[in-house]
């Protein structure tokens, strides 16, 4: 019987409200983890299963979330159920053409989604692929944090890939030093260390990526892909550093998923054979795209590869 290669995403799905009028919201589902998982089914090809690892509820929204992910190709077998909780939600404010955020995600499911150590290991070492970010880790218990480092660890030395985006988000943390600790550890566990610049420049203080990238190394990290918007996308590993200019982008309206976009279509194609430079430009390609309209999930990119 064939069964699939996994690339399994973990993290946070939440219901978004987005503003449609006067006092009007449409709702939708959206997160960092969830837009690459997104992504990455729509660039992998069908040998590869997209699945998506977190904890609903069993109320209709949650239900409505499932429906969502499997409308959208994504696995939703390693899903945990829980009876007491339901999704967490955020709302778009707009202010003068300007967006923020109100949250309400404290006592998210999600926040379980590690709770289950046998589960979350057995799901981890199933999969080929295991990405996460820099957010699934913010809003687990800090115990938990522990069992989710534990469980990469043995994935990959079962032969499991890990790849990670630190996207780093202090308000989700207790304090910034304990999330540029955990981050730190987290990506000496991995593959593949995927962050925006403007992140670790603010936080870290790096002065360049190629000073990311090198601390990453440092940190034990396999390869380390530093995006940084328009400018040069910094690639490095233990023997060899590059950069590679992005093409221009006519048209930016909305940058949200640029950086989890550009993440799916680089894993995607290094994971079928390709080198670096064709991931590059894969990821670069569709983040390109994806920044030219409005929202995370853009659904006018099928196929991957054509306008
Ligand atoms: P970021 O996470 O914002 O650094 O962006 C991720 C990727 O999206 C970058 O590496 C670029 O490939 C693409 N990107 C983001 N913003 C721009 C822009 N203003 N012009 C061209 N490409 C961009």
């Known amino acids: 019987m064939f069964v699939p290669k996994t690339f399994l995403a973990v993290g946070e799905c939440m219901v978004e409200m987005a503003p449609t009028g006067e006092g009007t919201y449409k709702m939708g589902f959206a997160g960092d983890t969830l837009n690459t998982a997104w992504y990455a089914r729509k660039c992998l090809p ?22 969502f992910l499997k409308s959208s190709g994504i696995d939703t077998g390693e899903m945990r159920t829980l009876g007491d909780r339901t999704v967490g939600l955020y709302l778009i404010q707009l202010e003068g053409g300007e967006r923020s955020f109100a949250y309400w995600r404290s006592q998210s499911a999600a926040r379980l989604l590690a709770a289950d150590r046998a589960h979350l290991e057995q799901a981890m070492r199933k999969a080929a692929l295991v990405y996460f970010s820099g957010i699934s880790l913010a809003i687990l218990p800090e115990s938990d944090r522990k069992v989710f480092l534990e469980c ?23 304090d910034a030093a304990t999330m540029r600790e955990c981050v730190t550890a987290a990506a000496g566990l991995c593959d593949f260390v995927m962050p925006s610049f403007e992140d670790e420049f603010t936080h870290f203080k790096d002065a360049t990526p190629q000073e990311s990238a090198e601390r990453y190394l440092q940190a034990g990290a396999g390869m380390v892909v530093v995006k940084n918007g328009s400018e040069e996308v910094v690639w490095a590993s233990d023997r060899d550093f590059r950069s590679f200019q992005p093409g221009p982008v006519p048209n930016v309206v909305d940058t949200t998923a640029a950086g989890d976009s550009f993440n799916a279509a680089f894993l995607a194609t290094f994971l079928a054979g390709g080198d670096v430079v064709a991931s590059v430009e894969a990821g670069a390609a569709l983040a390109g795209r994806v920044i030219q309209h409005r929202g995370a999930l853009v659904p006018c990119l099928e196929p991957i590869g054509q306008d």
Do not use: H
């Open 46 to 67: 069908d040998s590869w299963s997209v699945g998506y690892l977190s904890a609903v509820g069993q109320d209709q929204v949650s239900g409505r979330m499932i429906d």
């Open 152 to 174: 990469l660890k043995i994935a990959r030395s079962g032969g499991t890939q890990i790849a990670f985006d630190p996207n780093l988000r202090p308000r989700l943390w207790e």
